[in-house]
């Protein structure tokens, strides 16, 4: 009668020692909804990211727009006033 009891509580032990490592790697609940909730936020943070690298973009085409058309105003303001000095000189 012990040795039946012994040998029960020596499967119990066994089965438990097996059982608990592999309940322990499984995620709870409470790991999953965090790790969801991470990767919400990180791809909420890509998100965020890409429109500022977006709007970076557009602001540095403006930009480069805007110093070009700068640019072309400058030679065309240097291209009369050429053309009035050959003028003057030829009258």
Not at 69 to 81: I, L
Request: aromatic fraction near 4%; glycine fraction near 0%; charge should be positive.
């Amino acid at each position: 009668m012990i040795r039946f009891a012994l040998c029960i509580l020596l499967i119990s032990v066994a089965l438990i020692s097996v059982a608990l490592p592999a309940a322990a790697q499984q995620p709870s609940e409470w790991d999953r909804s965090n790790a969801e909730i991470r990767r919400m936020e990180q791809e909420r943070e890509m998100r965020q990211l890409d429109f500022q690298r977006r709007q970076d973009d557009e602001a540095r085409r403006q930009d480069a727009e805007r110093r070009r058309a700068n640019e072309e105003e400058r030679q065309r303001a240097r291209d009369m006033e050429q053309r009035r000095l050959d003028d003057q000189r030829r009258r």
